[in-house]
């Protein structure tokens, strides 16, 4: 069984950075796709990033310029750096990944943006 452990996440400050890290365990195999999505208090989950294994990557339009994704494939790791945070940033931050057709999630980790 697949698992992901999200890391990073904390409170910061408007305009602050953080760094959201994600390791994968319990599979031989490298995952197609890995990213993040973020779900924010009465509202429902999001996408926010993912990267592929060949390296291409989209970004939600909100974050685009201010947040970076990228991926270790062999270590099945993925991590989003995330510049200039405002409050509406504020969200726990679950990591996906996806090996062939089965879909995984981490437990997510919090991410709250103080104005």
């Known amino acids: 069984q697949v698992q992901l452990v999200e890391s990073g996440g904390g409170l910061v400050q408007a305009g602050g950075s953080l760094r959201l890290s994600c390791a994968t365990s319990g599979s031989t195999d490298s995952a197609n796709l890995m990213g993040w999505y973020r779900q924010a208090p009465g509202k429902a989950r999001e996408f926010v990033a993912f990267?592929?294994?060949?390296?291409?990557?989209n970004y939600t339009g909100s974050v685009k310029g201010r947040f970076t994704i990228s991926g270790d494939f062999a270590k099945n790791t993925v991590a989003l750096q995330m510049n200039n945070l405002n409050p509406e940033d504020t969200a726990l931050y679950y990591c996906?990944?996806?090996?062939?057709?089965?879909?995984?999630w981490g437990q997510g980790t919090q991410v709250t943006v103080s104005s």
């Open positions: 996906n990944a996806i090996y062939a057709t089965k879909n995984y």
């Open positions: 990267i592929s294994r060949g390296g291409t990557t």
